[in-house]
């Protein structure tokens, strides 16, 4: 079947402008994560969704970042005032529920300018 | 806090030789332990997974790993290296008390040679 898909593969911005970055998780999954990938470094934990409602966004750096999951399938992850330090490889993973396997999807490549 | 350490940045390897790739983890219970590889341009692709049971786990590719709960460890191995094995390994920690959230390891870059 279909994996995690996201969308664009690659976005470049310039600094100051806003981004939205698409989440299509598999079929099914209830919870859906977003992760941050810096260069050499691993993914780190941003959000996570059960259902429509964010359960723990600890992982948010600043009030910038915002993450929506309106119906409980696609998840947008939303990014405003753009800085040069948002730059990085912006991962979406599901899972059937909450306590289980993360199935990730390829990334979007962010790069602001 | 949960953390996950890969002590190893960088590991090269011989085509046909055997592999160890260490994993650490810090947490207080048992954890869920996994274990990703990301080719170059691709997404996170699970080699297999840890939750109870038999210390000893088989994933895809010929790999395996072991928990050893006295060490706190995950290593991963595989007996023999393919060529097309080379890419960039990652270790991850769950757990359902922490909001379900993985937490990552740096990764260890594996290239393979002939």
């Known amino acids: 079947g279909a994996g995690v898909s996201q969308t664009p593969s690659n976005k470049v911005t310039e600094k100051g402008k806003y981004v939205e970055l698409r989440c299509d998780p598999i079929?099914?999954?209830?919870?859906l994560y977003w992760y941050r990938q810096s260069l050499g470094q691993g993914p780190e934990f941003l959000i996570y969704?059960?259902?429509?409602?964010?359960?723990?966004d600890s992982g948010l750096p600043n009030d910038r970042f915002f993450a929506v999951r309106p119906e409980g399938s696609v998840s947008t992850l939303k990014i405003q005032r753009t800085e040069r330090g948002d730059s990085a490889v912006y991962l979406c993973?599901?899972?059937?529920?909450?306590?289980?396997?993360?199935?990730f999807g390829p990334g979007t490549r962010l790069t602001v300018l | 806090a949960q953390s996950v350490t890969q002590p190893d940045i960088h590991i090269t390897v011989s085509e046909g030789a055997s592999l160890e790739l260490r994993c650490n983890y810090s947490?207080?219970?048992?954890?869920?332990l996994f274990w990703y590889v990301q080719s170059p341009g691709q997404g996170l692709q699970l080699l297999l997974k840890?939750?109870?049971?038999?210390?000893l786990v088989q994933g895809i590719k010929g790999f395996e790993a072991e928990f050893k709960r006295s060490q706190s460890s995950f290593n991963l191995r595989k007996p023999s290296v393919h060529w097309s094995d080379a890419a960039e390994y990652f270790c991850?920690?769950?757990?359902?008390?922490?909001?379900?959230?993985?937490?990552f390891g740096t990764g260890t870059s594996l290239t393979v040679i002939p």
């Open positions: 947490y207080g219970a048992t954890p869920y």
């Open positions: 969704f059960q259902g429509t409602g964010a359960a723990d």
């Open positions: 991850a920690v769950g757990a359902s008390d922490t909001g379900n959230q993985f937490y």
């Open positions: 840890y939750f109870s049971g038999d210390t």
């Open positions: 993973a599901s899972s059937p529920h909450g306590t289980d396997t993360q199935y």
């Open positions: 079929s099914g999954h209830t919870a």
